[in-house]
């Protein structure tokens, strides 16, 4: 999976517990990605990073914070976690967007969260 | 709003047999476009990319296509086998700086 660790790589939680999933790059890409996937929806990305403490909302962003203090750390959490937040989520790096081929997306193994 | 498409939702095929998985977008302004396999319970993995200045990617038996003026692109897998069953995403990205936008995905299923 191309030097990415996400953790946990499954969690059974409570409703109102926070929750932090970790993704871990050994690769020095630049960008990373938390996005889930839903049955229905496909993958939706929910924030983004393009560079140490530079983070970005994707589409599905509520409910839902990130942070990046080293570059190969990105860390996401969800504050209060509810029922609606049981997902894969998958953490992906990319080298580029300056359209070169590292602009190829690499994707981690996902980590199953079930809110209960 | 970029929006793909990819239909059917699963296919079912012999080995051996060539198939085409079908992508289409609804903004043919496109920057490039990405096809990815997905094996169950894993991640993605990026298969081909093809810039919006490209026509087609190759990589082995795979072979990818892009026609933006019909908002089309087309994987085209050679001789399949039971190893290529997987769910088979294209995502598209508008800009260089923008983000993918991807398809719901096509289940291959490749009969022994």
């Known amino acids: 999976d191309a030097g990415i660790t996400q953790s946990p790589r499954h969690k059974v939680t409570e409703t109102g517990t926070p929750v932090t999933l970790r993704c871990h790059q050994t690769e020095n890409h630049r960008y990373m990605y938390w996005y889930r996937q839903d049955p229905g929806h496909g993958l939706r990305l929910i924030h983004y990073s393009y560079g140490v403490k530079d983070t970005d909302k994707g589409e599905v962003s509520d409910g839902y914070s990130v942070s990046r203090s080293k570059t190969e750390d990105f860390l996401l959490t969800l504050e209060s976690a509810t029922s609606s937040q049981t997902s894969v989520y998958f953490c992906?790096?990319?080298?580029?967007?300056?359209?070169?081929?590292?602009?190829?997306?690499?994707f981690g193994s996902g980590t199953q969260l079930s809110v209960l | 709003k970029q929006e793909v498409t990819q239909i059917p939702a699963a296919l079912s095929v012999p080995e051996g047999e060539n198939l085409v998985l079908n992508c289409s977008f609804t903004?043919?302004?496109?920057?490039?476009l990405q096809w990815f396999r997905q094996d169950p319970g894993k991640g993605l993995t990026s298969l081909l990319l093809?810039?919006?200045?490209?026509r087609e990617q190759t990589s082995g038996r795979l072979n990818a296509s892009l026609d933006k003026s019909s908002g089309r692109s087309t994987l085209y897998i050679a001789a399949s086998q039971p190893g290529d069953s997987a769910t088979y995403l294209c995502a598209v990205k508008c800009g260089a700086n923008s983000k993918l936008t991807f398809g719901k995905g096509i289940t291959l299923s490749v009969r022994p």
């Open positions: 992906a790096i990319s080298d580029s967007t300056g359209g070169t081929t590292n602009e190829k997306l690499f």
């Open positions: 903004d043919s302004a496109i920057y490039n």
């Open positions: 093809i810039q919006s200045s490209q």
